[in-house]
């Protein structure tokens, strides 16, 4: 079946009072009420941000979860306000998941690095305890 074809099949398929969109002469929108919209909150800086990124991290987490409490606040039920919280809402959970992955990280270091240490303790007290006491422990 050629390309001709089909929009044949097709266009005899289409009811007629559905124009095709390669006739209409200009899209004719519907009217848009005006709506009241969500206030426009400024953030306020109340301490500066540490110049490392884990300062700047630890700032937007504050933000985020200001963010998410405004957002669980909000009870305006217009669409656009509803998708931008939406937006905001999944915008902090994305800092928050970069926070818990970085604390994550950390706490998995900090677990590997506790490995020599505890081997330094084992053998420093192995040579406080007397021979006899070593050789009974471990069954020789």
Do not use: Y
């Amino acid at each position: 079946m050629s390309k001709d074809e089909a929009r044949r099949r097709l266009a005899s398929l289409l009811p007629p009072e559905i124009p095709s969109l390669d006739n209409l002469d200009r899209a004719v929108l519907p009217p848009v009420l005006h709506t009241t919209r969500a206030a426009v909150v400024p953030v306020v800086f109340d301490a500066p941000v540490e110049a490392t990124g884990t300062g700047k991290l630890t700032h937007l987490v504050h933000k985020s979860l200001d963010t998410l409490e405004e957002c669980l606040d909000c009870r305006d039920t217009d669409p656009d306000t509803v998708r931008l919280m939406s937006m905001r809402k999944e915008t902090a959970l994305g800092v928050l998941n970069t926070q818990a992955k970085v604390d994550d990280t950390a706490l998995r270091h900090k677990q590997t690095d506790m490995l020599p240490k505890l081997l330094e303790i084992i053998a420093r007290e192995e040579k406080r305890l007397p021979a006899v006491v070593i050789d009974h422990v471990l069954g020789g």
